[in-house]
């Protein structure tokens, strides 16, 4: 099993692709500027749980586990739901995604799963090896 610094680097990287291919692969439309603010605030949390990790902070389990699941969550509700049901919603079918757009969407979603599952083994890991209070 890849580490949490591995789990996080690679969630980090695919969330750079994904970027690029907004750029880049995707033809310009017009969103709302929070969904701006939304892809930045989570290029943040995901920045500093790689941070934790590769300083193998004993909060990196927890903020693994944490952002793995808020990144998986804004992805599959900006990405994946109707374009109506929340404020920041980016349907890739409202568009006609390409392939290489569907396949990064789906590889940061895994990504972000995965960091999330790896998170939560370390962080009951930890849990289950600490010594028991006095």
């Known amino acids: 099993m890849p580490s949490l610094r ?5 969630l980090l990287a695919l969330l750079v692709l994904h970027t690029i291919d907004h750029a880049v692969g995707q033809p ?4 709302p500027g929070s969904s701006s603010l939304v892809g930045a605030l989570g290029f943040a949390f995901v920045a500093a749980s790689s941070w934790l990790a590769i300083q193998r902070s004993p909060l990196a389990p927890l903020a693994s586990l944490s952002v793995g699941a808020l990144t998986a969550a ?3 509700a ?27 969407l789906l590889a940061l ?17 930890a ?6 209070p006095i």
């Open 127 to 132: 849990r289950l090896t600490e010594p028991a």
């Open 78 to 104: 900006i990405h994946l739901m109707p374009s109506w049901w929340t404020w920041v919603s980016d349907p890739y079918w409202d568009f006609n995604a390409s392939t290489t757009s569907w396949l990064s």
């Open 74 to 76: 804004g992805v599959f």
């Open 28 to 31: 310009t439309r017009d969103l």
């Open 6 to 10: 591995q789990a996080n680097l690679m």
């Open 109 to 125: 979603l895994g990504a972000a799963l995965y960091l999330t599952y790896a998170g939560y083994r370390r962080f009951r890991h």
